[in-house]
Each structure stands twice: as C-alpha cells, then as structure tokens.
C-alpha cells in the first residue's frame, strides 16, 4: 500500500528522490543525458505529487505550465524496488487530476527511446506519440507524448 501526497519542488523527500532519477537517466544515456539535464530544471513548481511505501518517499512526479490549456508532465520516477505495483499509475493520474482541477486540458510529455517502461506506462495511460515539440524538436532519442485530460466523473 502506498500515499501519495501534493507538495512542491522544495520538497525534502522530492528532492532525495530527483538525484536518484538522474542517475538511472545517466545511466541509460551516458554523456547525452548533459544536454537533457538543461531541459530538466524544475524552479518553482508547486505540482508534485510523491508517493509513500512503507514511510518513505519511494516515487515523484510534477507539471509545469506550458501554456494557458496545457501542462507538461516531468521528473517522473519510482524506486527499482517499488517498480510494477502501480505507483507511477497513480502518480500520474494524480498528476493529471490536480492539473484539470487548476484549469488545463492537455498534457504533453518527454521521455526517451531507451525507457521502454515509461513508453508503455504513457500509451497505457492514453498517451498518443506526438511530433517532438521545443526544445526536444532535434533530439533523436526523445519521443514527444500527448493526452487530452478528461475529468474522471460518472455518467
């Protein structure tokens, strides 16, 4: 069983978490991973959601604003250990809750060609492959992902 919790990016438990996720990127991309770490800043975001297994932080993820109807989905990540038991499923999903609660409509993402995982959590989650947008328009590894965000009500 797990908790998810809405913070921000000063967060302590986000910030143990971020080190770990860029280290499991670096580890798939090598010295390539430099040019993405630019794009992975995340200043003064106050949309991310960690997850809780056993007391401690075990997965995170925020948005960011990209325009007045869409957000981006970043800085997604769950602990090896904590893999395959639906975590980044429901951070996501909280993710895209508390965006369509704070107006958006869409959401966009990044991830890369070396995490077949994540691929398939997004199209899992309706995501659909876009054409890359700024600044992954010319990065041969990055695959651009879409959703248009539907609020979860009964009919």
Avoid at 75 to 86: A, D, L, N, S
Avoid at 96 to 110: D, K, P, Q, R
């Amino acid at each position: 069983m797990f908790e998810l919790k809405r913070t921000n990016n000063k967060d302590p438990d986000f910030l143990y978490l971020i080190p770990l996720l860029d280290k499991d990127l670096r580890s798939r991309y090598q010295a390539l991973q430099d040019v993405y770490d630019q794009h992975n800043i995340v200043v003064n975001v106050d949309t991310v959601v960690i997850a809780y297994g056993g007391g401690q932080a075990v997965g995170c993820g925020c948005f960011k604003k990209l325009n007045d109807s869409t957000v981006e989905i970043k800085r997604m990540y769950v602990k090896p250990e904590y893999r395959r038991q639906g975590i980044s499923s429901a951070v996501l999903n909280e993710l895209e809750t508390w965006a369509l609660e704070s107006g958006y409509s869409e959401a966009v993402l990044e991830t890369g060609n070396q995490q077949d995982e994540a691929i398939a959590l997004y199209k899992k989650q309706g995501y659909e492959v876009i054409p890359n947008y700024p600044p992954y328009e010319a990065m041969e590894t990055s695959i651009c992902m879409k959703k248009r965000l539907i609020a979860n009500t009964p009919i």
